[in-house]
T-cell receptor
Framework: ETGVTQTPRHLVMGMTNKKSLKCEQH?????MYWYKQSAKKPLELMFV???????ENNSVPSRFSPECPNSSHLFLHLHTLQPEDSALYLC??????????????FGQGTRLTVV | AQKVTQAQTEISVVEKEDVTLDCVYE???????LFWYKQPPSGELVFLIR??????QNEISGRYSWNFQKSTSSFNFTITASQVVDSAVYFC???????????FGTGTRLKVLA
């Protein structure tokens, strides 16, 4: 298997639930990212990990908690979400965290609906 | 501040027509990078092209071509002889030194009708 794989593809959860999104990359990259894509809004960078260390956290509410146990895996733990958190959550990876001159590879995303 | 504007929210064309997707960017950096991505219905963003600020040569790849003009801060994308498989959302993005971010535009949804 190659590329960036995200599971689950779809998730419906209540506001009191706890769930986790998983991302796995098979590209040997050192950097991984979580993006949020809401309707009619630009993609929002949420978190960046470089060599398993978080290097950027864009004022994301604490109900979103990332975890990067190794350079191939990235999780996004969710708890007590709000309906406005419903969106497509995209994971990406790149060779290094300096995205400036390298492209990122994206997974297919997890479509999250909070009810 | 950095910003990317894709003013065209949605474009519909008939198959075999040519179509140009506009991208205008703002940055104070002298070194920066511009990107185009395609997002088909399956969801993942697919990388199409990267261009650095010192390379204003236009690029052609099959039916795709890109026109980078620093004078107008634009990086437009043209699809020649469009096909139904080109239907997707296309994103323009910008990155610069000292940042981990892409700055994405809001995307242009392209519908190619058979």
């Amino acid at each position: 298997e190659t590329g960036v794989t995200q599971t689950p593809r779809h998730l419906v959860m209540g506001m009191t639930n706890k769930k986790s999104l998983k991302c796995e990359q098979h590209l040997g990259h050192n950097a991984m990212y979580w993006y949020k894509q809401s309707a009619k809004k630009p993609l929002e960078l949420m978190f960046v990990y470089s060599l398993e260390e978080r290097v950027e956290n864009n004022s994301v509410p604490s109900r979103f908690s990332p975890e990067c146990p190794n350079s191939s895996h990235l999780f996004l733990h969710l708890h007590t979400l709000q309906p406005e958190d419903s969106a497509l959550y995209l994971c990406a990876s790149s060779q290094d965290a300096g995205l400036r001159d390298t492209e990122a590879f994206f997974g297919q995303g997890t479509r999250l609906t909070v009810v | 501040a950095q910003k990317v504007t894709q003013a065209q929210t949605e474009i519909s064309v008939v198959e075999k027509e040519d179509v140009t997707l506009d991208c205008v960017y703002e940055t104070r950096d002298t070194t920066y990078y511009l990107f185009w991505y395609k997002q088909p219905p399956s969801g993942e963003l697919v990388f199409l092209i990267r261009r650095n600020s010192f390379d204003e040569q236009n690029e052609i790849s099959g039916r795709y071509s890109w026109n980078f003009q620093k004078s107008t801060s634009s990086f437009n994308f043209t699809i020649t002889a469009s096909q139904v498989v080109d239907s997707a959302v296309y994103f323009c993005a910008l990155s610069g030194p000292g940042t981990y971010k892409y700055i994405f535009g809001t995307g242009t949804r392209l519908k190619v009708l058979a």
